[in-house]
T-cell receptor, first 110, second 111 residues
Framework: TQLLEQSPQFLSIQEGENLTVYCNSS?????LQWYRQEPGEGPVLLVTVVTGGEVKKLKRLTFQFGDARKDSSLHITAAQPGDTGLYLC??????????FGTGTRLTIIP | EAGVTQSPTHLIKTRGQQATLRCSPI?????VYWYQQALGLGLQFLLW???????NRGNFPPRFSGRQFPNYSSELNVNALELEDSALYLC??????????FGSGTRLTVV
């Protein structure tokens, strides 16, 4: 059974600070996606990374795919209250389903 | 473009009853995925339907079942409801498995 662990599980920081959340697995995955979920809504796709070592930027969000294709990170610069939400990574282990991580619940304090 | 729509938004059932949840995918998407999100936990994979066929199933008992219709909409049925079935049930659709688009979910409460 492939597992995706995210850390930290909870993170509460002040507006304007930087933060990084991590997604790790003991198994190699072919691609990885990051989603953000707000209360009462389904997850919304932020980015897909497919190449080891790949870095993608989405405004203040930077996503990195580890060289060994077993880990990924999401870095947010100058966090804003609108960044508050549950961040989920999801990996394709080649088993015909998307496996989701345990999630990081982020709270940005104004 | 209409997104993934799920109905009902909320559903309250008693133990032992059956629940039916519905999902309409984005137009043109042939794959529908069902996930369970219990409070405080991540998403657990339930079922994947594509072109009317069940393609994959997660580690859930047989009382969780579903189907996909010719118009690619889908139903999730949960029989003999138990208290621990209380969760947010999310449906997602995709075209060729690239990037899931989720609906807002059905909040099922079993009392």
């Amino acid at each position: 059974t492939q597992l995706l662990e995210q850390s930290p599980q909870f993170l509460s920081i002040q507006e304007g600070e930087n933060l990084t959340v991590y997604c790790n697995s003991s198994s190699v995955f072919s691609s990885l996606q990051w989603y953000r979920q707000e209360p009462g809504e389904g997850p919304v796709l932020l980015v897909t990374v497919v190449t080891g070592g790949e870095v993608k930027k989405l405004k203040r969000l930077t996503f990195q795919f580890g060289d060994a294709r077993k880990d990924s990170s999401l870095h947010i610069t100058a966090a804003q209250p609108g960044d508050t939400g549950l961040y989920l990574c999801a990996a394709d282990f080649g088993n015909e389903k998307l496996t989701f991580g345990t999630g990081t619940r982020l709270t940005i304090i104004p | 473009e209409a997104g993934v729509t799920q109905s009902p938004t909320h559903l309250i059932k008693t133990r032992g009853q059956q629940a039916t949840l519905r999902c309409s995918p984005i137009s043109g998407h042939t794959s529908v995925y069902w996930y369970q999100q219990a409070l405080g936990l991540g998403l657990q994979f339930l079922l994947w339907y594509d072109e009317g066929e069940e393609r994959n199933r997660g580690n859930f008992p047989p009382r969780f079942s579903g189907r996909q219709f010719p118009n690619y909409s889908s139903e999730l049925n949960v029989n003999a409801l138990e208290l621990e079935d209380s969760a947010l049930y999310l449906c997602a659709s995709s075209q060729q498995g690239v990037g899931y688009t989720f609906g807002s979910g059905t909040r099922l409460t079993v009392v």
